[in-house]
């Protein structure tokens, strides 16, 4: 599955439209596609302050526009630079509920010239389903991604 979003991820980024546009496209894409991703998005740092800002996204709209740094999985990946893999959000005590039918995420830190300047948060309404394989795409999402920014 996989293999074949890689082309069409650079189809997009590739293509003429707006960064932003390009952004949600990949996120429609992806939820379109990919049957555990029931929530794609992209948080952004909000320039100088210690937080994040919502990006472009797809799925359900979301309270968490702004999340500090530290707060969460996706505050904590701001702060770590590495992959956050959460199984099972039950368990993690500093977890921001999105929504109750929420089972687990995945936040990959996205970099432009070395620095964590982002990430692409998903949501899954599947206990556990994220594997190696689901890290190593969005991995490569974002590095596609960081061409346009």
């Avoid at 594997?131 to 920014?149: G, R, S």
Wanted: glycine share 6%; net charge negative; proline share 6%.
């Amino acid at each position: 599955m996989f293999n074949l979003l890689r082309p069409q991820v650079s189809s997009i980024i590739d293509s003429n439209k707006t960064p932003d546009a390009k952004m949600l496209a990949i996120c429609e894409l992806l939820k379109a596609e990919v049957p555990h991703y029931d929530w794609v998005g992209f948080y952004f740092k909000n320039g100088d302050k210690r937080e994040l800002k919502l990006g472009q996204y797809a799925g359900a709209p979301t309270d968490h526009t702004i999340i500090p740094f530290g707060k969460g999985i996706c505050g904590q990946v701001a702060e770590s630079n590495e992959n956050f893999v959460v199984p099972d959000v039950q368990a993690q005590d500093n977890y921001i509920a999105c929504s109750i039918t929420v089972k687990s995420e995945i936040v990959i830190p996205l970099f432009v010239n070395g620095e964590n300047i982002g990430q692409i948060d998903i949501d899954s309404n599947t206990p556990d389903p994220f594997t190696k394989a689901d890290e190593t795409f969005l991995e490569f999402v974002n590095f596609e991604v960081a061409k346009i920014l």
